[in-house]
């Protein structure tokens, strides 16, 4: 089946303790994101990567780190995670498309973070 | 800034009747545009896509595109309960060579009433 997973689902965590999220697709996608949900604001992009070795920042990059070592796995690192990150965060995945593309973007089911 | 626009709503229709969903976005070069669909604590999921000027159908949604005005909407036809959900408007730009990113809008909450 394809799908994007995420790991976990839900986290509680404290100010300034580091944590990682993890998200892996089983489709060969080249292309991976990371978006955060906040009531009112829709969905924004914080970064994505094109491809493995490739990242570049999306529209709220600040407090926050990517990595893509391979092609499945785009993990999200908070190195010293403050309230204003408690959101919910979806990785998404699809093909390289062109700008005129239609290809479908997958996304996990979700990571709910809260930080107190 | 790249922007897409929704009304936030809360848009509320009887059950039977047509939801029209609407959304506007700034960047001219825009090119591929999408529907998703969003039901509370649930992830997005694709819905209606299109690409060139006009209407597109696909049983009881239809996407339309005006690219002169910036526009997009998204029409649902004899709403059901089940269509209760926020609906997201998302627009495919080029970032760098035949790359492309997706912007949201913040999304429209639709609820059908029985």
């Known amino acids: 089946e394809a799908q994007v997973t995420q790991n976990p689902r839900y986290l509680i965590t404290v100010t300034g303790k580091k944590l990682t999220v993890t998200c892996s697709q089983n489709?060969?996608?080249?292309?991976m994101s990371w978006y955060r949900q906040d009531p009112g604001l829709g969905l924004r992009q914080i970064y994505y990567?094109?491809?493995?070795?490739?990242?570049d920042k999306g529209d709220v990059p600040e407090g926050y780190k990517v990595s893509r070592k391979e092609k499945r796995n785009f993990p999200l690192i908070l190195e010293s995670p403050s309230p204003n990150q408690t959101s919910l965060y979806f990785c998404?995945?699809?093909?390289?498309?062109?700008?005129?593309?239609?290809?479908?973007?997958?996304f996990g089911p979700g990571t709910r973070l809260t930080v107190l | 800034q790249k922007e897409v626009e929704q009304n936030s709503g809360p848009l509320s229709v009887p059950e039977g009747a047509i939801a029209s969903l609407n959304c506007t976005y700034s960047?001219?070069?825009?090119?591929?545009f999408f529907w998703y669909r969003q039901y509370s604590g649930k992830s997005p999921e694709l819905i209606m896509f299109?690409?060139?000027?006009g209407d597109k159908e696909d049983g009881r949604f239809t996407a339309q595109l005006n690219k002169a005005s910036q526009y997009v909407s998204l029409l649902i036809r004899d709403s059901q309960p089940s269509d209760s959900a926020t609906y997201l408007c998302?627009?495919?730009?080029?970032?760098?060579?035949?790359?492309?990113?997706?912007?949201f809008g913040s999304g429209t909450q639709l609820t059908v009433l029985p």
């Open positions: 990567s094109m491809n493995v070795e490739v990242t």
């Open positions: 489709m060969n996608h080249e292309y």
């Open positions: 299109i690409y060139s000027n």
């Open positions: 998302a627009v495919g730009q080029r970032v760098s060579g035949s790359a492309r990113q997706l912007t």
């Open positions: 960047d001219r070069g825009s090119q591929s």
């Open positions: 998404a995945s699809r093909k390289k498309g062109l700008a005129g593309s239609t290809d479908t973007q997958y």
